[in-house]
């Protein structure tokens, strides 16, 4: 989920990510959703039927800079395939 795209070897920057790639284990089954916001740096965990996607940044230079991150938080509930999101 999120992410960023291949690099050179060097520091290259592209375009942060909002696409998640949703398996289901039980039916083998994959779907593509997305995020609330593209994000680079997040942090995600699973617990029960939720899929937790939290923190993050747009920017990611400037992370490094002044040490900013998302406070939102984006949840995945795979027994209904809804998302919740907290601000």
Request: charged fraction near 15%; proline fraction near 2%.
């Amino acid at each position: 989920a999120g992410g960023y795209g291949p690099g050179t070897g060097r520091i290259t920057v592209v375009e942060a990510q909002n696409i998640v790639d949703i398996y289901n284990l039980e039916d083998g089954t994959q779907k593509i959703s997305s995020l609330s916001q593209a994000r680079y740096f997040m942090t995600a965990a699973s617990i029960g039927p939720f899929a937790i996607f939290a923190g993050g940044t747009d920017n990611a230079l400037q992370v490094f800079i002044d040490n900013t991150a998302f406070s939102d938080v984006d949840i995945w509930n795979s027994r209904d395939g809804s998302w919740i999101r907290l601000s």
